[in-house]
C-alpha cells in the first residue's frame, strides 16, 4: 500500500533548541486505513526516518462506524490494544532507523510525542468511550488538546513492551467534532491557514470520510470563522466497493488515458494490471467522458462493462459508486462556499491527504469532483495531517494556534441543511461545475 508520508512543515516561529544530536521527537498520524510515525531530529528539524502500515484496527471493520459498533458490543479493549501495540512496534523501528542517520556514539533518545487522528481514532488511542459517537447528537467523550505521559496510555495494556520511556509526553491536538478530528485541525495548522487572513481558504482532505474546511475571512461587523464539515464519500475513494478495486500498491492501474481511440493504463511498479486503485477511477471515469464512453448521467454507452486492460473492468455500477461518492464531496465544497460573502476574492484550494495527493486535479474537474472555479491555483500538500503535527512537536505557538484555530470553528451537519438531498442528486451528474 503506497501511504503518502510526504509533505511540508509550516514556519515554526521558535528557534531551533540547544539540544543533543541524540534527542528525538515522534509524529504520529492515526488514520482509519493507515498509520504513519515520522522521527525527527529535535536539533535540526529534519526527518530521520518514516515507517507507515496499515492500521491494525481493520481486523475490527474497515471504517469508523464498524469500529465504533464493535466497541460499543464489547470489544474497545482489543481495538485499544491493536493501536497501542502498534505504535510501539513502530517506534521501535523508526527509531532503529534514525540511529543510522545520527553521528557516530550517539543513540536515539525519544523527548516529546504528538498523536494525530480523527476524533475516532484518537478516542481508541487515548482511552475514551466512543459511544457518544455511535449515535446523535455525535458528541465526543473529550474535545482533546492535552498531554499524558507514553507510560499512561500503555498502562492499559500490561503486555506493551516500549522503546520509549514512560514519561514521555504524548501531545493530543484539538478535535473539533465527533466526525471533523485532530486531522483537520493540524492540515490547518500545516497548511498556514490564519485568522487574519484577507482571502478565504479551502481546505479539502478527500478520502471516505472527506473532511471539508473552509476559512471565512474577517468582515467590518464579524470576526473570521471557520465552517468544517464532513461528507461521507464512502469506500469508492479507495476503491473498496469496486469491482476490480485494490489498494494504491504495485499492479494498480492509477492512470487511464485515451490513446488513439484505445485505452492506455499507467501501472504502479509497470508490471502487469491487476486492479484499479481509487485515483485510477476517477482518472478512468475521466477517460470514459472524454471518448464517449460514458455520457455524463454515468451511463456506460452499451451498458456493458469497460475494459480498461486484461482482466481490469469497470461496471455501471462501479460509476454509480463513484457518481455517490463525489456527488457527497461536490455537495460539501458547494454549500461551503456558498457561504462565503460578495466581494470576496476566489478562495484558495489546498488538498491534502492521500487520495487527494495521487488524484489529477484536470480529471477531477472533469468528473465534477471539484469545481473548476477554484481548481485554477489548486495545491496539493500531502499528508498535512502528519506535518501539521510534526509542527506541534517544535512550537508552543502553534499549539496555541490550533487551540484557537478550534475555538474559531464551527461544525456545519450537511445532512440538515435544508435542500441538502436535492442538491446533492443535483450533483450525480458527470459534468464539470463552474
Not at 213 to 218: D, E, G, H
Not at 297 to 325: H, K, M, T, Y
Amino acid at each position: 500500500m503506497r501511504i503518502i508520508t510526504d509533505g511540508c512543515l509550516p514556519d515554526i516561529p521558535e528557534p531551533l533548541p540547544s539540544c543533543p544530536p541524540s534527542d528525538i521527537a515522534l509524529a504520529v498520524d492515526v488514520g482509519t486505513t493507515t498509520v504513519a510515525v515520522a522521527a525527527w531530529s529535535l536539533s535540526e528539524r529534519r526527518i530521520l526516518a518514516v515507517v507507515a502500515e496499515r492500521n491494525a484496527q481493520h481486523v475490527f471493520g474497515a471504517d469508523v462506524i464498524s469500529r465504533i459498533d464493535c466497541a460499543v458490543r464489547g470489544s474497545f479493549g482489543k481495538i485499544r490494544a491493536l493501536i497501542l501495540s502498534q505504535l510501539s512496534r513502530m517506534f521501535s523501528s523508526a527509531l532503529f532507523s534514525s540511529s543510522r542517520e545520527l553521528p557516530r556514539g550517539f543513540r536515539p533518545a525519544v523527548r516529546r510525542i504528538a498523536v494525530t487522528g480523527n476524533t475516532t481514532m484518537m478516542s481508541f488511542l487515548a482511552g475514551f468511550p466512543v459511544d457518544g459517537l455511535s449515535a446523535v447528537p455525535f458528541r465526543p467523550a473529550s474535545q482533546f488538546g492535552f498531554e499524558i505521559p507514553w507510560g499512561d496510555l500503555c498502562a492499559a495494556v500490561p503486555s506493551v513492551n516500549s522503546a520509549v520511556p514512560k514519561n514521555v509526553p504524548v501531545y493530543f491536538p484539538p478535535v473539533v467534532g465527533a466526525f471533523v478530528g485532530a486531522d483537520t485541525v493540524c492540515a490547518m495548522v500545516a497548511s498556514s491557514f490564519s485568522l487574519s487572513s484577507e482571502k478565504p481558504v479551502l481546505l479539502a482532505d478527500v478520502g471516505t470520510n472527506s473532511e471539508l474546511a473552509l476559512l471565512v475571512p474577517k468582515t467590518e461587523k464579524t470576526p473570521a470563522k471557520i465552517l468544517c464539515t464532513a461528507a461521507a464519500a464512502g469506500p469508492a475513494f479507495e476503491a473498496a466497493n469496486i469491482s476490480s478495486g485494490m489498494p494504491s500498491v504495485d499492479g494498480a492501474v492509477d492512470k487511464v488515458s485515451v490513446v488513439g481511440g484505445v485505452f492506455s493504463a499507467r501501472v504502479i511498479g509497470g508490471k502487469n494490471a491487476l486492479g484499479l486503485c481509487g485515483s485510477g477511477l476517477v482518472s478512468a471515469v475521466s477517460a470514459f467522458l472524454e471518448c464517449g464512453a460514458v455520457g455524463e448521467d454515468g451511463a456506460i454507452a452499451g451498458g456493458g462493462p469497460i475494459e480498461i486492460c486484461g482482466g481490469v473492468f469497470v461496471s455501471q455500477e462501479d460509476i454509480r459508486n463513484f457518481q455517490l461518492a463525489k456527488s457527497a464531496v461536490a455537495t460539501g465544497i458547494g454549500f461551503l462556499l456558498s457561504r462565503l460573502p460578495d466581494g470576496l476574492p476566489q478562495a484558495e484550494f489546498i488538498i491534502a491527504g492521500g487520495f487527494g495527493s495521487r488524484i489529477d486535479v484536470g480529471e477531477a474537474v472533469r468528473t465534477g469532483l471539484f469545481p473548476k472555479k477554484i481548481c485554477e491555483s489548486a495545491l496539493q500538500v500531502g499528508n498535512a495531517a502528519l506535518f501539521g503535527a510534526s509542527a506541534l512537536l517544535f512550537s508552543d505557538s502553534l499549539r496555541k494556534k490550533a487551540d484557537e484555530l478550534r475555538a474559531s470553528s464551527f461544525l456545519v451537519n450537511l445532512a440538515a441543511i435544508p435542500g441538502f438531498q436535492e442538491k446533492f442528486l443535483g450533483n450525480i451528474s458527470l459534468r464539470e461545475m463552474r
